[in-house]
């Protein structure tokens, strides 16, 4: 009972404050709803007893919209970021799309014919889900890491500004010189 | 072995942690002009009392909604960490995943603080709110990497069997670093001591700089009940959680918190304020491959004992 109160408020929550990024005037607001959408949404696999994957979610989640918000603002027309505008770039074809997903998903959950529970639970879900990822599938995951890594550095060596050339002048022999000195002294 | 507490315990566990809040402002006021422990037990309540009768500064254009909840959540968030902390034998929450909770709300930070900054419309605390993401991202990967040593050390991240697996040989001994580490954190996300860069003089107060009244006083708070939860936590993590002779478990829980949390506030007042800009680099340069060291030197203990 307490439960099902809390999955529909939850539920209730996350759409709406999903929706609400179409609706806010700032763009602070419109990052945060977003992330009050995907707490929601954690805390909803947290009654599904996913403990795990449902602190990840909210972990991952709160960490990329906190990130997210500095560069909305950045990029934004008003460039001190502090008045409230709002996101005006194809807001129709935008709010169709995530409508009509929202439509889709709920009408297919609704209406495909779920499937009997086989077997029961394990006692420890997350050991499961560990196994599971670093079990039989531990080859994926060590190819998936060295080209994500690699995507990683790449992508941070074309948009750095400066080489090290740049820091440590043209023979590599100067010492470095960074326009913010870090706090190793370099 | 760990149990769930009884309902009514939570309002004693919150009342427990405002207790420690109230203690840990005597302490940094007793440090701060050398007055003394008697003449330092006033200012805490002077001070909070100052605030809750001072009229509220508005500035032009505020969002009101991101700015008193953001004020709010760092007390929030400190509740939820201690709600998964085990005293002694007994816990509020008994989650199997404890650790990752921890980590979980220590993120929540990052919008609190940073909302907290936002919601003024003020230039001076924004500046601040983007302090506080460069300090996080700084700190963020250290502390998952120190709260990983000993949920690796006891094989599990339920925090009672984190605590359980200490009875003889507490995991500060094999993960000094971890606790360094973990300690330097908590003072970060703490916004404390030589972390208080966001809310520095420097900006003229940073993120707390158009703050005034009763929202000054809950950020405030907010920051001793964080340095409280850090404390408590490190106790099960790396101090053997309620192991100790005569006193009964409980108690030891609380008297580790208290040292562990006095070591902390005092650091305020030790330590010069390291920039953000300085502290990225130590803690990637430096910080990481230590606590990465640490992690594979408890990884062949967990390794040779099996």
């Known amino acids: ?186 | 072995m760990v149990e769930q507490a009884p309902a009514w315990a939570a309002p004693l566990a919150l009342g427990l942690l405002l207790a420690l809040c109230v203690a840990a402002a005597t302490f940094d006021a007793a440090l701060a002009a050398g007055r003394g422990l008697a003449g330092a037990l006033r200012v805490p309540w002077q001070e909070a009392a100052r605030l809750v009768v001072q009229q509220r500064r508005t500035t032009v254009a505020n969002d009101p909604l991101l700015w008193r909840t953001g004020g709010v959540s760092l007390l929030v968030v400190a509740a939820l960490m201690v709600a998964v902390v085990p005293w002694g034998d007994w816990t509020l929450l008994d989650s199997a995943v404890g650790v990752v909770w921890f980590n979980a709300m220590d993120v929540l930070l990052w919008a609190a603080v940073w909302i907290t900054g936002w919601g003024a419309n003020s230039a001076w605390p924004l500046v601040g709110a983007h302090r506080f993401l460069a300090q996080a991202l700084s700190y963020e990967l250290l502390l998952m990497f120190a709260l990983i040593s000993p949920a690796l050390g006891a094989g599990s991240l339920r925090l009672a069997d984190v605590q359980a697996e200490q009875a003889g040989l507490w995991f500060v001994v094999t993960m000094p670093v971890a606790f360094v580490v973990f300690c330097v954190c908590v003072l970060a996300f703490s916004l404390w001591g030589p972390f208080a860069a966001p809310i520095g003089a420097d900006l003229g107060g940073g993120v707390l700089a158009e703050s005034s009244g009763v929202d000054r006083l809950l950020v405030l708070l907010g920051r001793y009940a964080l340095l409280v939860a850090g404390a408590a936590f490190a106790v099960p993590l790396f101090l053997g959680g309620g192991e100790g002779p005569l006193l009964p478990a409980v108690l030891w829980s609380v008297v580790k918190t208290v040292l562990v949390l006095g070591l902390l506030v005092a650091c305020r007042r030790r330590f010069a304020l390291l920039r953000p800009e300085r502290f990225a680099e130590l803690a990637w340069v430096v910080g990481i491959p230590l606590v990465l060291l640490q992690i594979l030197v408890v990884s062949l203990l967990v390794l040779g004992r099996s």
Request: zero cysteines; a negative charge.
């Open chain 1, 1 to 186: 009972m307490v439960v099902d109160a809390l999955f529909w408020l939850l539920a209730l929550t996350a759409v709406a404050s999903g929706f609400a990024v179409f609706r806010v005037s700032s763009m602070a607001r419109a990052t945060f709803a977003l992330a009050v959408s995907f707490v929601a949404v954690g805390a909803v696999m947290l009654l599904l007893d996913l403990d795990y994957l449902g602190l990840i979610t909210v972990l991952m989640m709160v960490m990329e919209m906190s990130i997210m918000a500095v560069f909305m603002i950045m990029y934004m027309m008003n460039p001190g970021g502090l008045m409230p505008m709002s996101m005006y770039h194809n807001k129709a074809g935008a709010m169709t799309v995530a409508v009509g997903s929202f439509v889709v998903l709920a009408a297919g959950a609704l209406l495909v014919p779920w499937p009997e529970r086989e077997g029961v639970a394990p006692a420890d879900i997350t050991l499961q889900l560990g196994e599971g990822i670093m079990g039989s599938k531990m080859l994926v995951m060590l190819t998936i890491s060295p080209v994500l890594f690699a995507t990683i550095v790449g992508s941070l060596v074309l948009a750095a500004p400066r080489g090290r050339y740049d820091r440590f002048g043209d023979d590599l022999d100067q010492p470095a010189s960074d326009p913010v000195p870090g706090g190793l002294g370099r």
